[in-house]
């Protein structure tokens, strides 16, 4: 399974981005997705999962801000941040779960100037 993550940029703060991740490849073993973050300095968290059924999962950070969604073909797996804050400045990874492991593909930085 290759990731292909964009949309990331910069943004003030208060404003709304919207990340894309398109899944490339054997899809059939994928038990969820969702989207990490890495802000410089600091390790690695997730921030928003979507599970095969749909459910979703988010860190008390982003609840109430970030949307995880993903298509109907399930290749695609979208990010709608709102409200974001400087604190939110990452590189921002997508991720999927097969047989219970992370596969991370390369991230897109966003940057939230104050």
């Known amino acids: 399974v290759q990731l292909q993550a964009s949309g990331g940029g910069l943004v003030q703060a208060g404003g709304s981005l919207r990340l894309s991740c398109v899944l490339s490849?054997?899809?059939?073993?994928?038990?969820?997705m969702g989207w990490g973050r890495q802000a410089p300095g600091k390790q690695r968290e997730l921030v928003a999962s979507?599970?095969?059924?749909?459910?979703?999962n988010y860190a008390d950070s982003v609840k109430g801000r970030f949307t995880i969604s993903r298509d109907n073909t399930r290749t695609t797996v979208y990010l709608q941040m709102n409200s974001l804050k400087p604190e939110d400045t990452a590189v921002y990874y997508c991720y999927v779960v097969i047989y219970g492991e992370n596969y991370w593909g390369r991230g897109t930085l966003v940057t939230v100037s104050s």
């Open positions: 979507i599970t095969r059924s749909g459910s979703t």
């Open positions: 490849g054997s899809i059939f073993s994928i038990d969820g």
